[in-house]
């Protein structure tokens, strides 16, 4: 009898365009065969819109609840250069209808926009975009909703001290990802904000490429007005170029999925969606040679959401035993980077509370009945996931410098960032078994850093050198500037993870240097612009030689770096 193995099951994450509007195009939507129901969008439907009115006119027949749709592509039957995304209706009111969504749209639709009912999805890779892999992990726990069921006692004579009925409460989503060793630094962006790409490399920029129109955030279709090159399937495209990239900037890289020819107006598919807005006065560029990448990862104040899709097999490999569960609107909370001398660099996801699921497990048993939050998705297999080749990031391969001085002893680190959130459920009309947070929000943000270092050679009481003890003693020292701390994996030529702490430029307090070429993260530096401050760092006697410290650092930002040959970072 075959079983679902741990061994056979995969994890994989996405970036969302809004919280909860987990991308996915529909190209491979099956329409409803003899049965389909279709209309049209009366007005534009933006990017996160949860429900939107069908025209009358346009229908032939009535939508109803527990039936999925396909929202797009066409503008009145026509056209196919545009973004498409399946949507289970949860509830239908009103003439004309207005049709209540599963999850957030993901994509932004215009007026006029075919929606058709549907009946499967076969899989097109070019549609599938929550393929990415945090890196190497042994265990997730998944976020499958956590039940609030809550026992009430009524009087009455038959209770006999049991309670009388149970009534359904808020759902809740947490779920959370142990010890993912890095082979890439595409896990890390999330618990901070932005990421930013660029090469250094000018001479890969070829001859610039117009913009057909604005393009928003999460847009797949670009249009493109005038092109002095051909853009040829796998050519890679940069948007928002810019010499230097500082933290305005919005330089991202995308590898194009169709092709267009020199001389033509067209519509350029690519292969991930957009992480920025563009203006049509922004030239893109044709990338003419594969450079090294850098990534800033960049605080920002509003998180960009994830989310995550669990597919597993069974021990026969049965497509139709797959099961699969999508998690949408994960904000991660907490998360931290570690490292232990002998071993390799991870990350752990600490706590990624998420807005609600769906799943394929469509109906209950011999019955017809639909399961709460069952819908229609890609099955997303090993097949569509390029998985990274790389080398994991070793301790060994690492530095740590600490008020401008290499420490050469340090045994292991530990930085974690929590992100103080909450998830909130308003009064809001809820619908389809949907009982998740209405929004999950950030609250202020801590971070902090513990390291175990083994004392330096011993040096007379006397010298002006900077020691961790006297650092501690100094509590940041004049105006609690503190001191800088950067940490360094390098894994080969132009192959590095760089964390900077504090993430601000500030050369007039000798925190990180302009020469670094690291730029601004435009966060506001505090009151007393300061770094790194130790709270705790006790010099104990122990069994150890030389003598170790556990040191407790408070840090107020931080900035990542990370240069590698990857030209996507989600």
Avoid: C
């Avoid at 929550?130 to 956590?146: L, M, S």
């Avoid at 003419?288 to 990448?293: D, E, K, L, Q, V």
Wanted: glycine letters at 10%; aromatic letters at 8%; hydrophobic letters at 35%.
């Amino acid at each position: 009898m075959a079983v679902y193995r741990s061994d056979q099951a995969q994890l994989t994450f996405g970036s969302e365009t809004t919280p909860g509007a987990y991308p996915e195009l529909a190209s491979g939507a099956v329409l409803a065969s003899g049965t389909v129901v279709n209309g049209v969008t009366t007005a534009a439907v933006p990017t996160g819109s949860s429900n939107f009115t069908i025209s009358a006119s346009g229908t032939t027949g009535s939508f109803v609840a527990n039936v999925d749709i396909r929202i797009g592509p066409g503008v009145n039957g026509s056209g196919t250069t545009a973004e498409s995304e399946v949507r289970r209706v949860i509830h239908v009111e009103g003439s004309p209808q207005v049709l209540y969504l599963d999850a957030p749209t993901a994509f932004s639709h215009p007026a006029g926009v075919d929606v058709d009912t549907v009946a499967s999805i076969t899989a097109v890779q070019n549609d599938m975009y929550i393929t990415q892999v945090p890196g190497v992990y042994d265990t997730v726990d998944v976020p499958d909703p956590d039940m609030t069921i809550e026992p009430r006692y009524f009087l009455g004579t038959n209770s006999k001290r049991n309670y009388a009925i149970a009534l359904r409460g808020q759902q809740s989503y947490t779920g959370s990802v142990a010890g993912i060793v890095l082979l890439d630094g595409k896990a890390l962006r999330f618990p901070f904000g932005k990421v930013v790409t660029h090469t250094a490399n000018s001479a890969a920029f070829s001859t610039a490429i117009t913009l057909g129109a604005n393009t928003v955030k999460g847009d797949v279709f670009v249009p493109v007005a005038s092109s002095a090159l051909s853009i040829a399937i796998g050519d890679l495209v940069v948007f928002g170029y810019v010499a230097t990239a500082q933290s305005t900037s919005v330089m991202e890289v995308r590898k194009a999925v169709n092709a267009i020819s020199s001389g033509t107006t067209g519509t350029l598919q690519l292969d991930n969606p957009l992480q920025f807005a563009h203006s049509s006065a922004d030239a893109l560029r044709k990338m003419a040679a594969s450079p090294t990448y850098t990534h800033h990862i960049y605080e920002t104040v509003d998180l960009d959401t994830v989310s995550w899709h669990v597919h597993m097999k069974d021990s026969s490999e049965t497509a139709q035993n797959n099961f699969d569960r999508r998690y949408y609107g994960g904000l991660i909370g907490s998360a931290s980077i570690s490292a232990d001398e002998g071993g390799m660099v991870s990350v752990s996801w600490d706590g990624v509370n998420f807005q609600g699921m769906k799943h394929n497990q469509l109906f209950k048993t011999n019955t017809t009945t639909y399961i709460p939050h069952a819908g229609l998705m890609s099955t997303i297999d090993s097949n569509d996931v390029v998985f990274p080749t790389n080398q994991p990031y070793f301790f060994s391969q690492g530095s740590v410098t600490m008020f401008g001085q290499e420490i050469a002893r340090i045994r292991s680190f530990n930085i974690t960032v929590s992100n103080g959130e909450e998830p909130r459920y308003y009064i809001n009309k809820r619908l389809g078994d949907k009982r998740g947070p209405s929004e999950i929000r950030e609250g202020r943000r801590e971070y902090s850093m513990s390291a175990t270092l083994a004392l330096p050679d011993s040096q007379s009481n006397q010298a002006t050198g900077t020691t961790l003890f006297k650092e501690l003693l100094l509590e940041g020292g004049a105006g609690q500037l503190g001191f800088d701390i950067v940490v360094t994996f390098t894994r080969g030529t132009d192959d590095s993870i760089t964390i900077h702490i504090p993430g601000n430029e500030d050369t007039a307090n000798a925190q990180i240097s302009s020469a670094a070429g690291i730029g601004s993260t435009g966060a506001n530096e505090g009151l007393w612009q300061s770094g790194a401050i130790i709270r705790t760092a006790p010099h104990s006697i122990t069994g150890d030689n030389p003598v170790q410290v556990d040191a407790d650092i408070l840090f107020r930002n931080i900035k990542i770096e990370i240069n590698d040959s990857e030209y996507y970072y989600p």
